[in-house]
């Protein structure tokens, strides 16, 4: 019994400390991430429909 809690314990501490990690540095827009000649990504909101 120790041995699972300790193991739920450690996956709820690692999947906490991946989600910071994750959300902190990697995440970027699609405008930045696509920044070359052959994608075609505008403006963010510019290609939107309006009603």
């Known amino acids: 019994m120790k041995a699972f809690l300790?193991?739920?314990i450690f996956a709820v501490?690692?999947?906490t400390g991946a989600a910071f990690v994750?959300?902190?540095n990697f995440q970027t827009s699609?405008?930045?991430a696509?920044?070359?000649e052959?994608?075609?990504v505008d403006k963010p909101g510019s290609n939107l429909i309006s009603y």
Request: no cysteine; glycine share 12%.
């Open 6 to 8: 300790a193991s739920v």
């Open 13 to 15: 501490v690692l999947a």
């Open 22 to 24: 994750l959300n902190g």
């Open 30 to 32: 699609a405008s930045s």
């Open 34 to 36: 696509f920044a070359t």
């Open 38 to 40: 052959g994608a075609r």
